[in-house]
């Protein structure tokens, strides 16, 4: 690829940094992925409780983070709208746009869909000095129904779309590739003293299918990922309740074989082709468990995870708080979030914010969600008065 792939750079933008300091050199190999708009967090909501979703309560966004949530959902419909300026701290004009929206069938199923828009901004050729503006996009939809009172499935299918090049090379074509979600989800009640509690598990395994190829002879890996969540919400009386949640995520995704020291270029290029390059999509979920040059300390060192604490006061105010870790040897994209959300019976405003543990190597330092929210039945109510 050309130039363009300074975009692919600028995506991981913290290795650079990273890989500069030598106790890292030998290990650090972060797992790679194509259309990495799919793995930011689009809405605000989790992006103010550390990048966590897979059993928070449902909501309108949880068909990023388990469409299976969606039958328990107390609304029958919603639809949202969120915004993500992207990498402030490196450029101007990247920026997520990301709607989504569900309706529930009955008291038992639910049909949900989203769109994300992710603009890579303005970049200019070194050539004949021109302008493009290269992007990525998504659609996708799913189906949700309940298994028993307390246990639920969802299959999602998405297609998604990238030009890296902004249609400007012949040689870097855009890209496309399907892929289909499966989720699962439990919502039960405990009671912990005097208090009934709701307890959610979840687990999502998203972006299951082909690679992306951008007209080169190899094809890249999609952000095939596993996600386990649980979460606890403890009403402490009937205005005040307090919910913490966890998640652990890893990318299904074979990290690329490193270098041995007794290996030329030229024969490590051909092994990166044949072990790498030239691998399945699915031969690389299985492989994704047992390739890490670390071994198994390597491998626990891929999984990243996220904390959220969030408190809601009359189901009107929100306050949330969390932290999101990764490993050095993945990028040490580790950060705080904080968050809040003002909700009426139509409309929901929500906002997150990133602290970066070191914003020297972290250009998600400072990063800022805001997501737009409407509850449908509460427009009913609105209409039903007059």
């Known amino acids: 690829m050309p130039q363009f792939i300074l975009l692919f750079v600028l995506l991981f933008a913290v290795i650079p940094a990273s890989a500069q300091d030598d106790e890292l050199v030998d290990k650090f190999n972060p797992i790679m992925t194509a259309v990495i708009s799919q793995s930011i967090t689009p809405d605000a909501r989790a992006g103010g409780m550390g990048d966590v979703g897979a059993a928070t309560d449902p909501d309108v966004h949880s068909q990023a983070w388990n469409p299976a949530k969606y039958p328990f959902a107390i609304s029958r419909a919603g639809v949202s709208i969120d915004y993500t300026p992207w990498l402030r701290q490196l450029t101007e004009g990247i920026n997520l746009v990301n709607a989504a929206g569900y309706y529930r069938i009955g008291d038992y199923s639910a049909v949900s869909a989203s769109i994300r ?32 009172e307390t246990f639920s499935a969802a299959v999602a299918l998405r297609y998604m779309y990238s030009d890296l090049s902004g249609h400007y090379d012949d040689n870097t074509k855009p890209g496309s590739a399907f892929a289909a979600d499966i989720a699962l989800y439990n919502q039960s009640y405990l009671n912990i003293g005097q208090r009934e509690c709701q307890l959610g598990l979840g687990l999502n395994i998203s972006n299951i299918g082909s690679k992306i190829n951008y007209g080169e002879d190899r094809s890249y890996f999609i952000p095939t990922n596993l996600r386990l969540g649980a979460s606890l919400m403890i009403p402490f009386n009937e205005f005040n309740r ?79 708080g969390g932290y999101h870790h990764e490993s050095e040897s993945q990028g040490g994209r580790s950060f705080f979030t904080v968050g809040a959300g003002f909700r009426m019976n139509v409309l929901a405003i929500d906002a997150g914010y990133v602290i970066a543990t070191n914003p020297n190597i972290n250009a998600l330092d400072q990063t800022l969600r805001v997501s737009l929210s409407f509850d449908f039945d509460g427009i009913k109510e609105l209409f039903g008065r007059k």
């Open 242 to 320: 307090f919910t913490i949640a966890f998640d652990a995520n890893k990318l299904l995704v074979p990290s690329r074989p490193l270098q041995k020291a007794d290996e030329s270029d030229e024969d490590y290029n051909q092994r990166i082709q044949d072990e790498y390059h030239d691998m399945s999509s699915i031969s690389g979920i299985f492989k994704s468990f047992s390739d890490n040059e670390d071994g198994f300390k390597g491998e626990l060192e891929e999984i990243n995870f996220g904390i959220g604490l969030e408190y809601t006061y009359n189901d009107k105010f929100t306050l949330r």
């Open 117 to 148: 828009y992710f603009s890579l901004g303005e970049v200019t050729t070194n050539d004949d000095n021109m302008t493009v503006k290269p992007y990525e996009f998504s659609i996708d939809a799913a189906y949700s129904r309940m298994l028993s």
